[in-house]
């Protein structure tokens, strides 16, 4: 299958082009510079992979929590291509890339995902992994306090092994929280398109795959990403 993965949630740009067997990635972490950074990108990948867009199958979009313009940039990429080369988005928590990578990289069977949302606050997720080693969300993503105590066990009584994301960088006294955290923080901080392939093409086969003008980043704190009352006077 043909996919083109795009993620500007984080202080990391990434692009991943997969067509048939070949992968190839353009991942940098320049916080602030994705809107001049991304569609060179993309265009280099698709230029050494010599493909246009009209040879794809569909767009696997790392649809956040993140950045508020990060999340609209790489929505507003993937629309565009979308409708003009007729395709269909799948789009993935850009947390779940991070679980994605972590599993693929380090042993355990839980990781609780953290990135930062600013005001004293992160993004939250906790996956466990399936049998082909996948990421399989645990609950919804939430906006937590770094002072809370962190979740550190479901229904199961299975405990939270792995700690991934830039949340626990930014946030180092949330690690001293009682959560289980047996393996300890690993270093992959932000999503790499890469990693968005394989959940995309899981996406498309459960039939997740949606028309570009019903994509809606996930925000998670939507006060902050509504238009102002005062706006639409």
Same mark, same amino acid.
């Given at each position: 299958?043909?996919?083109?993965?795009?993620?500007?949630?984080?202080?990391?740009?990434?692009?991943?082009?997969? +067509?048939?067997?070949?992968?190839?990635?353009?991942?940098?972490?320049?916080?602030?510079?994705?809107?001049?950074?991304?569609?060179?990108?993309?265009?280099?990948?698709?230029?050494?992979?010599?493909?246009?867009?009209?040879?794809?199958?569909? #767009?696997?979009?790392?649809?956040?929590?993140?950045?508020? #313009?990060?999340?609209?940039?790489?929505?507003?990429?993937?629309?565009?291509?979308?409708?003009?080369?007729?395709?269909?988005?799948?789009?993935?928590?850009?947390?779940?890339?991070?679980?994605?990578?972590?599993?693929?990289?380090?042993?355990?069977?839980?990781?609780?995902?953290?990135?930062?949302?600013?005001?004293?606050?992160?993004?939250?997720?906790?996956?466990?992994?399936?049998?082909?080693?996948?990421?399989?969300?645990?609950?919804?993503?939430?906006?937590?306090?770094?002072?809370?105590?962190?979740?550190?066990?479901?229904?199961?009584?299975?405990?939270?092994?792995?700690?991934?994301?830039?949340?626990?960088?930014?946030?180092?006294?949330?690690?001293?929280?009682?959560?289980?955290?047996?393996?300890?923080?690993?270093?992959?901080?932000?999503?790499?398109?890469?990693?968005?392939?394989?959940?995309?093409?899981?996406?498309?086969?459960?039939?997740?795959? #949606?028309?570009?003008?019903?994509?809606?980043?996930?925000?998670?704190?939507?006060?902050?990403?509504? +238009?102002?009352?005062?706006?639409?006077?």
């Amino acid at each position: 299958m043909n996919l083109l993965a795009l993620d500007t949630s984080s202080n990391a740009c990434s692009v991943a082009l997969q +067509i048939d067997e070949k992968i190839r990635v353009a991942h940098v972490v320049k916080p602030r510079e994705h809107t001049a950074l991304l569609l060179p990108m993309i265009e280099k990948c698709m230029s050494e992979a010599r493909v246009s867009f009209t040879d794809l199958d569909g #767009i696997v979009l790392g649809n956040g929590p993140g950045s508020f #313009i990060g999340m609209r940039i790489a929505a507003s990429v993937a629309q565009g291509i979308a409708f003009a080369a007729g395709l269909h988005i799948v789009p993935i928590s850009s947390l779940a890339a991070i679980a994605a990578e972590t599993f693929s990289s380090h042993d355990g069977d839980r990781v609780l995902v953290a990135q930062d949302a600013h005001r004293n606050e992160v993004y939250l997720a906790i996956f466990g992994r399936d049998d082909d080693g996948m990421p399989v969300a645990d609950g919804e993503v939430c906006l937590h306090k770094v002072t809370a105590e962190l979740p550190g066990f479901d229904d199961s009584g299975k405990g939270i092994r792995l700690a991934a994301g830039a949340g626990w960088q930014r946030y180092p006294e949330m690690m001293e929280s009682d959560a289980g955290l047996g393996a300890g923080q690993v270093d992959i901080l932000y999503p790499n398109a890469r990693h968005l392939l394989g959940l995309g093409l899981k996406g498309w086969a459960a039939g997740d795959a #949606i028309t570009p003008d019903e994509v809606v980043p996930e925000y998670v704190r939507m006060t902050v990403a509504a +238009i102002p009352e005062s706006a639409h006077k």
